[in-house]
C-alpha cells in the first residue's frame, strides 16, 4: 500500500533486501564475528532493530507517503538495509563456525538454509495474518536473540580444541 502498487512493494522490497543482504554477506568476510563478544553484539543489535521496527517505522513512513514513488521506495530501501545488512551477516557467519568443525555437511548446510527460508517465509506471512506483523517481528527478534548462546555452543569445542592443539 506504501508505494502504491504490491508489484512496486515487491520490486523493491526484495531488490534491496537481495541487495543488502549480500552486501553484509560481503562486509562478514572483512569483519568477521570471530568471538562470542561479537557475535552476542551482532545477534542484539539484530534483534533490536527488527524489534523496534514497530515503533518508529510507522511515522517515518507518513512523512513521505504523499511524496512521489521514487521518494517513497527510497524511504523502503533505507528501512529495510540496516536490517539486511546486518542479516547478511548471519549465514556466512554460521558456515564458518560450522565449518571449523567439519566441512563435509556444508552442502547441506546450504540446502536446510534455502528451505528454511521459503518455509520461513511462509510461516511468517501467515503468522502476520493471524497474529499482526509486530508479532511476527518481536517473533523473529527473539529468533535472532537465540542465536547467542547457539552460536556460543557452536564456538566452544573449537575453542577447546585450538588450546589443547597448542599446549
Do not use: Q
Not at 36 to 46: E, G, P, S, V
Not at 59 to 71: D, F, K, P
Not at 108 to 116: K, L, Q, T
Not at 132 to 137: A, M, P, S
Amino acid at each position: 500500500v506504501f508505494l502504491g502498487h504490491p508489484a512496486y512493494s515487491l520490486s523493491v522490497v526484495l531488490f534491496s533486501l537481495i541487495l543488502t543482504t549480500g552486501i553484509g554477506s560481503f562486509v562478514s568476510e572483512r569483519i568477521p564475528l570471530d568471538t562470542d563478544r561479537k557475535l552476542a553484539a551482532w545477534a542484539i543489535l539484530t534483534a533490536v532493530y527488527v524489534a523496534t521496527l514497530p515503533l518508529w517505522m510507522p511515522a517515518a513512513l507518513m512523512t513521505v507517503e504523499t511524496s512521489g514513488i521514487l521518494a517513497r521506495a527510497l524511504v523502503s530501501t533505507l528501512v529495510i538495509a540496516p536490517a539486511g545488512i546486518l542479516m547478511g551477516y548471519g549465514f556466512p557467519t554460521g558456515m564458518r563456525l560450522v565449518r571449523a568443525h567439519d566441512e563435509r555437511p556444508t552442502p547441506w548446510f546450504w540446502g536446510i538454509n534455502g528451505a528454511a527460508g521459503v518455509l520461513a517465509s511462509v510461516v511468517a506471512v501467515a503468522m502476520s495474518i493471524a497474529f499482526g506483523i509486530h508479532v511476527t517481528l518481536i517473533v523473529g527478534a527473539v529468533c535472532y536473540a537465540a542465536l547467542i548462546p547457539a552460536a556460543a555452543m557452536i564456538r566452544r569445542p573449537e575453542t577447546s580444541r585450538r588450546a589443547a592443539v597448542t599446549a
